[in-house]
């Protein structure tokens, strides 16, 4: 039961390089969620989805884009990597529901240098 | 948008003893849950307990226990019988049905357990 799968564990940027943090699902929840987490400042969302196809902007979107084109996969891409977006950053998926909690994969540690 | 406050960055407590992490939370919402997650260092985030908003009854699961007070917006969560394996982080959270579902994280506690 794999449950949210995100890749790399842990990565180094270059400012300026780009890349893509992967995140897949195989519970067929709908919803889907970026956070990134910097210390003491809880989990900020960046961008989340309701379903394939749609996607919509958190509360810190600016420098990452999303896409979703199936129900299991929510890929983060990072365009010209700054060193302000060295943080932790977490995938979740949940099922439709307010009662349905959120299942979180392992983190990725990112570093812009 | 929904604040979630928890306004204790750091706890202890003896073990075996008992603690409480404090919640608040601001919403115009009836509807809504509440959630505490555990993150230890794993960064691994695991559900702890859930409340729903319409239920009096304060939720409870084996050691782990809330004090849900609806019209003060307080949220607290009791570990009971402190053990070693309690230490982690603890995010209070809110997930709103108005704003898409979203989640609504707090700062965060992190919980130290002394042996």
């Known amino acids: 039961n794999a449950g949210v799968t995100q890749t790399p564990k842990f990565r180094i940027l270059k400012i300026g390089q780009s890349m893509t943090l992967q995140c897949t699902q195989d519970?067929?929840?709908?919803?889907m969620y970026w956070y990134r987490q910097d210390p003491g400042m809880g989990l900020k969302l960046i961008y989340y989805?309701?379903?394939?196809?749609?996607?919509d902007k958190g509360e810190v979107p600016n420098g990452y884009n999303v896409s979703r084109s199936t129900t299991e996969d929510f890929p983060l891409r990072l365009e010209l990597a700054a060193p302000s977006q060295t943080s932790v950053y977490f995938c979740?998926?949940?099922?439709f529901g307010t009662g349905r909690e959120a299942f979180f994969g392992q983190g990725t540690r990112l570093t812009v240098v | 948008a929904q604040t979630v406050t928890q306004s204790q960055p750091e706890m202890s407590v003896q073990e075996a003893e008992t603690v409480t992490l404090s919640c608040t939370y601001d919403?115009?919402?009836?509807?809504?849950?509440l959630f505490w997650y555990k993150q230890p260092p794993s960064r691994q985030m695991i559900l702890v307990i859930r409340?729903?908003?319409?239920?009096?009854q304060n939720a409870t699961e084996n050691r782990f226990s809330v004090n849900f007070q609806k019209a003060a917006k307080s949220f607290s969560l009791k570990i009971s019988d402190s053990q070693l394996g309690d230490a982690a982080m603890y995010f209070c959270?809110?997930?709103?049905?108005?704003?898409?579902?979203?989640?609504?994280f707090g700062t965060g506690t992190s919980l130290t357990v002394i042996p």
């Open positions: 979740a998926s949940s099922y």
């Open positions: 519970m067929n929840h709908n919803y």
């Open positions: 989805s309701v379903g394939a196809g749609i996607t």
């Open positions: 919403t115009s919402e009836s509807d809504y849950y």
């Open positions: 409340q729903e908003a319409y239920k009096q």
């Open positions: 959270a809110y997930r709103s049905v108005s704003t898409g579902n979203q989640f609504y």
